[in-house]
Structure formats: structure tokens, C-alpha cells
């Protein structure tokens, strides 16, 4: 499973088969964008902050990129398909 960290609006906005933008793992630098497959019901573990949102997607395109230049420029640094996809904000 790949966490990562979104904006609010990103969080709002996503559904399945949408695109959003954030964080790999919420670290800054590790700029990644995520193609959303299907949507699926997330369920809360003991190790989640109650006061961070949180959603759950399987089967997503990642495609990371060393900074927003190249975000911006789709120069990625590294793909992966077919992957559990944990959003968070």
C-alpha cells in the first residue's frame, strides 16, 4: 500500500477514475501523481490520527517525479501500476 498526503480539495475530489496530486508517504520532494482506479471502503486502524481524513483505492497508476518542475513537465523518475492506494490529508 502507497500513502499519500493530499490537499483538502484534492481529498474532496477524489472518486474513482479521477486524477489528484500529493506526496508520496507526505514527504515533501516526493512528488507523485496518482490515476485513481476503483474507490473502496476504507477501514480504520488503531495507528490512524482521529483527526486526519482518510481514503482507499485499489488498482491506481503512480508516477513519481524528483519536484514540481517535472510534476508539471510529466518527467517521472519512476511508475507503478496496479497498486493499493491510501489518501490522506
Do not use: P
Not at 493530499?6 to 500529493?22: L, M, R
Not at 513519481?64 to 518542475?69: G, Q, R
Amino acid at each position: 500500500m502507497i500513502k499519500v498526503r493530499v490537499s483538502k480539495e484534492d481529498f474532496e475530489e477524489a472518486t474513482s477514475k479521477s486524477i489528484i496530486y500529493g506526496f508520496y508517504n507526505g514527504i515533501s520532494g516526493n512528488h507523485v501523481r496518482c490515476e485513481l482506479a476503483k474507490e473502496i471502503e476504507y477501514n480504520c486502524n488503531k495507528n490512524d490520527d482521529k483527526n486526519t481524513s482518510y481514503k482507499m483505492f485499489s488498482n491506481c497508476t503512480l508516477k513519481f517525479a524528483v519536484n514540481i518542475h517535472d510534476l508539471h513537465n510529466n518527467q517521472w523518475k519512476a511508475k507503478l501500476d496496479g497498486e493499493m492506494v491510501k489518501i490522506y490529508f
